[in-house]
């Protein structure tokens, strides 16, 4: 069983900053990557940034410069540092990994239920 816990979520005022925290718990191999995708009503889900077990990042085109994305592997754990928030960044940010709970797994899709950001004056 793997579940991923996401808290951090809250109400900032525009250009301020947050962080979000995302930790995977279970029976785990490897973790390959996480990360965090967020969806507008609407729209379609899109990546905002992803970091593998090696370190490299991703970034989505709209967040470049102002997020950052970093892990904890001991803990099996991701951080979102969000800074200079727009209010086009609220929605609702949901977590997402890679896992291998077997090593000869090339690794699932889970999930965290998500959490709300919302950027307001």
């Known amino acids: 069983q793997v579940q991923l816990v996401e808290p951090g979520g809250g109400l900032v005022q525009p250009g301020g900053s947050l962080r979000l925290s995302c930790a995977a718990s279970?029976?785990?191999?490897?973790?390959?990557?996480m990360g965090w995708y967020r969806q507008a009503p609407g729209k379609q889900r899109e990546l905002v940034a992803t970091?593998?077990?090696?370190?490299?990042?991703n970034y989505a085109d709209s967040v470049k410069g102002r997020f950052t994305i970093s892990r904890d592997n001991a803990e099996n754990t991701v951080f979102l540092q969000m800074n200079s928030l727009k209010p086009e960044d609220t929605v609702v940010y949901y977590c997402?990994?890679?896992?291998?709970?077997?090593?000869?797994?090339?690794?699932?899709?889970?999930w965290g239920t998500g959490t709300l950001v919302t950027v307001s004056s």
């Open positions: 997402h990994a890679a896992i291998s709970v077997v090593p000869w797994d090339g690794g699932m899709d889970y």
């Open positions: 279970g029976s785990i191999f490897s973790i390959i990557s």
């Open positions: 970091i593998t077990k090696n370190g490299t990042t």
